[in-house]
Structures are given as C-alpha cells and as structure tokens.
C-alpha cells in the first residue's frame, strides 16, 4: 500500500513514539494510518489489541490491518470495546475513535 503524504507523516509520528493520537478528518485513512504504524512497530511474538467502536469499525480495523502486513508471528485480536477483553495481556493496544474513551463503557478497559 502507497500511502500519501500526510499519512506517512503521521506514521512517523506515531512509529516515534510510545503514546500517541492522530486527530484527522473523516475519509483521511487514520485506520490505514494506524495500521501501517502498528505494521513498522511489532516485533514477532507480540500481541496487539485494536479496538473499535462498532462492528464496522472491527472489520474496517482487520482489512486495514491485512493490507499492512508487518513480521510474521504477531498474534492480532480485533474486537468491539463491548466485549471488555483484558488490555492488560497486550504489548500494544489500538484504539480506533478513542473520542469514545471517556465513556463508563471504556474507562474500566482503557484505563
């Protein structure tokens, strides 16, 4: 995948760092961004969890993460934040419209 301009800006920027957001308008491929970031970042044998909102969110989450592929042997788990899943078992964890977070839904998972 090419990825355009700003995108592989805001790759760089969250490949250099240990926490970050990308703020982006709609349409602009943060999923893509994510993706791609999480891609440059996981070393084999780690576990990401990535997070959505929505069920269409989740798929739009695996599809982006099935064209970026990164090294072989990460395990992915994709999921709706409503199936409450233990972050904490996790090496990297994506959140995918993390406006959501303040939510009494997310504060438990994310915090």
Not at 19 to 33: C, H, L, M
Request: hydrophobic share 45%.
């Amino acid at each position: 995948m090419t990825l355009r301009d700003y995108q592989q800006e805001a790759v760089e920027f969250l490949v250099a760092r240990k926490r970050a957001f990308v703020q982006a308008p709609a349409g602009s491929g943060k999923t893509i961004v994510a993706a791609s970031a999480v891609a440059r970042v996981v070393q084999p044998g780690q576990r990401v969890l990535w997070l959505g909102n929505t069920l269409e969110q989740v798929q739009q989450g695996i599809a982006a993460i099935q064209s970026c592929p990164g090294p072989q042997g990460v395990e992915f788990e994709v999921c709706c934040v409503a199936a409450q899943p233990d972050a904490s078992t996790f090496d990297l964890v994506v959140v995918d419209e993390c406006h959501h977070v303040p939510a009494q839904s997310w504060q438990a998972l994310v915090s």
